[in-house]
């Protein structure tokens, strides 16, 4: 694809200069930055991000039907019908999680039958009709009769409010009773044990729903792919443009589920704008956290460096809530981080937020965006001020060498601790070769990255100056700004400056701030430093709710 925005060709403008020109000033950004030919604009990338998807080499999938994935879960679907769908439609459509538990608690349904209602809706219109989104790879078997033992649990006060809401994760984390593939035809049989985040999920009395479709062993694999694509899952598509608007990726399956109110929030997973990217192109909030406050033990890997699982959700609130529910320190994560906070320390006091006075920079360069110029203004009106800034002129060399050398560490070790012990394949190699067994249905785009990553001779010595290098950069980018002009936070737009963020190490959300003139959903990106969690969150419902931006997709109501 030189064409289709690939969120881990990542690198950066800078990336593709040769060393002498990594601090040169930089051109007008793009998506997440990471596009091959620096040479495009906006409007180049607007073009592209508007391609038809029957162009590409495969839209549904090879390997699953919608057959196999309701086999198991339609016989105990037998008595919700398509009234008892219409009658909780309206209580459920773009409902936030109070909401749903109110209702629940008024007696206008259970868990069961919101349950019922989220996997009613994913039948109807995920697969295999003119509305197909192919956002969803597997339906957890058991999450039924979960849901009916949920509804026997009294809803005492002060129980997580996270508690009886389905829950779809990203099918890079594991879960019990369902297989983690990333994607890949290699993993369609790793059945595992929960990871750590899910024991967390469940620990809180949530239901895991399924497992979302992504962008294929997270978008570190294929390199010529649009985002949203995976050998198991078939092409994801967005609900605002089903084969004319980018998904993003690659927690692709993610965004777009929540979007089209397929589950009540979902997980996905970030290494450098693959919360961002989809949250915002689906008009949705993503929140990309400290690395270390959410775990990634069991979680497929990019890079223990870098990757970070995050909650996507329809509303701030629910943004909250979610984060609240996966936190914890996790012994087994080399990054993890004791914040020592009790739960409810995320939504219970986040009503009360006000942003007066929070001082905010705004790259200059930013402000040719009038739905960015617009959300400035916005933000003002609550009593913020904007100072407009140049931005450090600073570059991220050797990105790409980092995320080769971690991946190619990080991958056997997930297989050895936590992918099921049938299967054989550890290393890179092993993968690649098993894909060439059937390249037709494993690998239609190829598998640049992994050649890339098994080509990559790079040591550990200079993997951690790589590390040390990109880290300084990172922070500085954003340090040194907020410093001069004593801001509080960094406002961007979808995931532009997602990959300065992630080797900082910092916290980014972005929360929906309109829609383009072709109807592409744009997100406005709150950073800050780390653990300002609590911030990004009141300041984005403040924003949210003076803005009010997010419209649900019309197709899907």
């Known amino acids: 694809m030189t064409k289709y925005l690939s969120l881990f060709l990542l690198l950066f403008i800078f990336s593709c200069k040769d060393a002498s020109k990594s601090n040169e000033a930089r051109t007008p950004i793009t998506e997440s930055e990471t596009v091959v030919d620096n040479t495009k604009t906006d409007d180049d990338l607007s073009a592209i991000s508007t391609k038809d998807f029957r162009e590409f080499k495969v839209l549904d999938s090879k390997l699953i039907t919608k057959a196999e994935i309701w086999e198991r879960i339609n016989p105990q679907m037998e008595d919700f019908k398509e009234a008892d769908y219409n009658r909780l439609k309206p209580m459920v459509l773009e409902s936030d999680m109070m909401t749903l538990q109110k209702h629940i608690a008024d007696g206008k349904f259970n868990y069961e039958q919101l349950t019922k209602f989220y ?112 050998a198991i899952g078939g092409q994801t598509l967005n609900p605002y443009g089903r084969r004319i608007i980018d998904t993003g990726g690659s927690s692709s399956g993610s965004g777009v589920a929540v979007s089209a109110n397929f589950a009540a929030a979902a997980i996905g997973s970030e290494t450098s704008g693959s919360i961002l990217s989809p949250a915002s192109s689906n008009s949705i909030v993503g929140l990309k956290p400290t690395i270390g406050l959410v775990s990634r033990t069991g979680v497929v890997p990019i890079s223990s460096t870098l990757d970070t699982a995050g909650p996507m959700t329809k509303t701030v609130m629910d943004n909250a809530i979610l984060l609240d529910a996966i936190f914890g320190v996790d012994t087994s994560d080399s990054k993890a981080i004791n914040p020592l906070l009790d739960n409810g320390f995320y939504y219970e006091d986040l009503k009360k937020a006000r942003i007066n006075g929070k001082r905010f920079g705004a790259p200059k360069r930013l402000l040719e965006d009038s739905l960015y110029v617009k959300a400035l203004e916005d933000l003002k009106e609550q009593g913020a001020v904007i100072v407009e800034i140049e931005e450090e002129k600073l570059g991220l060399p050797n990105f790409l060498r980092l995320l080769n050398l971690d991946m190619k560490k990080d991958l056997p070790a997930y297989m050895e601790a936590y992918a099921n012990k049938d299967i054989a394949m550890r290393t890179i190699e092993d993968f690649m070769a098993f894909n060439l067994k059937d390249s037709l249905t494993s690998m239609p785009y190829g598998q640049n990255l992994f050649k890339g990553i098994a080509n990559d001779k790079g040591d550990a010595a200079f993997l951690e100056r790589i590390k040390d290098t990109l880290k300084t950069n990172g922070r500085q980018y954003f340090d040194k700004p907020m410093r001069a002009h004593n801001l509080d936070g960094f406002l961007s737009i979808n995931n532009y400056h997602a990959g300065f963020a992630a080797v900082a190490e910092y916290p980014a959300l972005t929360v929906p701030m309109g829609y383009q003139d072709n109807g592409r959903p744009m997100g406005l990106t709150f950073i800050s430093s780390r653990l300002r969690e609590k911030q990004l969150l009141e300041w984005a419902y403040v924003y949210e709710q003076a803005s009010k931006a997010r419209v649900a997709p019309k197709d899907y109501n």
Not at 139 to 164: L, R, S, Y
Request: glycine share 6%; hydrophobic share 40%; charged share 25%.
């Open 119 to 230: 996997l009613y809706r994913i039948r109807k219109f995920d697969r295999e009709n003119d509305l197909s989104l192919n956002s969803v790879i597997s339906i957890n078997p058991n999450v039924i009769k979960e849901a009916k033992e949920v509804d026997e649990t009294e809803f005492e006060e002060g129980m997580h409010p996270i508690f009886g809401m389905p829950i779809l994760l990203k099918d890079n984390i594991n879960a019990a009773n369902m297989v983690t593939t990333a994607g890949a035809a290699a993993l369609k049989n790793n059945k595992t044990n929960d990871a750590f985040l899910t024991k967390q999920l469940k620990s809180k009395g949530a239901l895991i729903l399924g497992k979302a479709n992504l962008s294929e062993w997270a978008y570190f694999f294929c390199g010529d792919c649009p985002s949203g694509y995976s």
